[in-house]
Nanobody, 122 residues
Framework: QVQLVESGGGLVQAGGSLRLSCAAS????????MGWFRQAPGKEREFVST????????YYADSVKGRFTISRDNAKNTVYLQMNSLKPEDTAVYYC???????????????WGQGTQVTVSS
């Protein structure tokens, strides 16, 4: 069974930066595309970014393009989300997830972490 654990969330002022990490169990990590999603109170879960198993392909939501960068280190079974120029609208619980193929759709992801809170003050 694959287990995902997010870390790195916290409180930051607008314009600041945070780096989220997602540590995965198992040695089949490189076979999975990994994604980041977020959910704010009272809102639907939304796609943020995803990366292919090898790290060769990445996609971003329009709302975070140019500000966020997804990366992975398969030797460490870890995926990262570097978040720069943070805005109050980025406030949400951020989740990492694993899927058999790169996708923007939450239902295609088989494994989910428990989430880490990101709060951006104005």
């Amino acid at each position: 069974q694959v287990q995902l654990v997010e870390s790195g969330g916290g409180l930051v002022q607008a314009g600041g930066s945070l780096r989220l990490s997602c540590a995965a169990s198992g040695r089949t990590f490189s076979n999975y595309a990994m994604g980041w999603f977020r959910q704010a109170p009272g809102k639907e879960r939304e796609f943020v970014s995803t990366i292919s198993g090898s790290g060769g392909r990445t996609y971003y939501a329009d709302s975070v393009k140019g500000r966020f960068t997804i990366s992975r280190d398969n030797a460490k079974n870890t995926v990262y989300l570097q978040m720069n120029s943070l805005k109050p609208e980025d406030t949400a619980v951020y989740y990492c997830a694993g899927a058999w193929a790169l996708s923007l759709t939450p239902r295609t992801y088989d494994y989910w972490g428990q989430g880490t809170q990101v709060t951006v003050s104005s």
